[in-house]
């Protein structure tokens, strides 16, 4: 079955403790992105990935790190999270078509963060 | 980038109303993206409008693009509870008509149906 899959689903930890959130996609997708999601402030793009070793910084990059060693993995990692970054996260990815235009990304089930 | 404004926030409708919803661009876009996220989850993507004028359908939902490239609509007939959710109008980064995967979602319109 096509799908991105995100782990874990829940996680509470405490400030300063570095953790990552995994992101697997098995439908061989360039595209991959990062989101997280808040009341009242929608969708917002943490980091994207055009493809293997490329990365770049979407509109809330603050705080967090990515990397893209594997066409099907983009770990998201919080070196030093805080409570400013609870919040519910969502890995996707997206085929590449031509002229360079991510055609519809396809998004993880979510990972609800909570920091303390 | 181009901003695109999303209208209404929010929308309670009886079941069995039509819905619409609006994206308005301050500038042509090259193409346009619609997403459905239902409560507690994912955000779907449901379609994407890349030629000026297009209008294309899925069974009750009929989304179009306009002449001018700027703006688009969602528009669904007889709504039904399944319809209950936030739907999306990502902007794309444009360079040079390329997205590179940049998307950005705003806060979309929330549609909720009374049964």
């Known amino acids: 079955e096509a799908q991105v899959t995100q782990n874990p689903r829940y996680l509470i930890t405490v400030t300063g403790k570095k953790l990552t959130v995994t992101c697997s996609q098995n439908?061989?997708?360039?595209?991959m992105s990062w989101y997280r999601q808040d009341p009242g402030l929608g969708l917002r793009q943490i980091y994207y990935?055009?493809?293997?070793?490329?990365?770049d910084k979407g509109d809330v990059p603050e705080g967090y790190k990515v990397s893209r060693k594997e066409k099907r993995n983009f770990p998201l990692i919080l070196e030093s999270p805080s409570p400013n970054q609870t919040s519910l996260y969502f890995c996707?990815?997206?085929?590449?078509?031509?002229?360079?235009?991510?055609?519809?990304?396809?998004f993880g089930s979510g990972t609800r963060l909570t920091v303390v | 980038g181009q901003q695109v404004m999303q209208i209404p926030q929010y929308q309670h409708v009886q079941e069995g109303e039509d819905f619409t919803t609006y994206c308005n661009s301050s500038?042509?876009?090259?193409?346009i993206q619609w997403y459905k996220q239902r409560p507690g989850g994912h955000p779907v993507f449901l379609i994407q409008?890349?030629?000026?004028?297009e209008v294309k359908k899925q069974k009750r939902l009929t989304f179009q693009f306009g002449e001018a490239k700027k703006n688009s609509s969602l528009h669904i007939t007889a709504t039904q509870t399944t319809d209950v959710g936030t739907y999306f109008c990502?902007?794309?980064?444009?360079?040079?008509?390329?997205?590179?995967?940049?998307?950005?979602f705003g806060q979309g319109t929330i549609l909720t149906v009374h049964p």
């Open positions: 996707a990815s997206s085929l590449s078509i031509p002229r360079g235009t991510a055609y519809g990304y396809t």
């Open positions: 439908m061989n997708h360039e595209y």
């Open positions: 990935s055009m493809n293997v070793e490329v990365t």
């Open positions: 500038t042509t876009l090259s193409n």
């Open positions: 409008l890349v030629k000026s004028g």
């Open positions: 990502p902007r794309s980064l444009n360079a040079g008509g390329t997205s590179y995967g940049k998307l950005t």
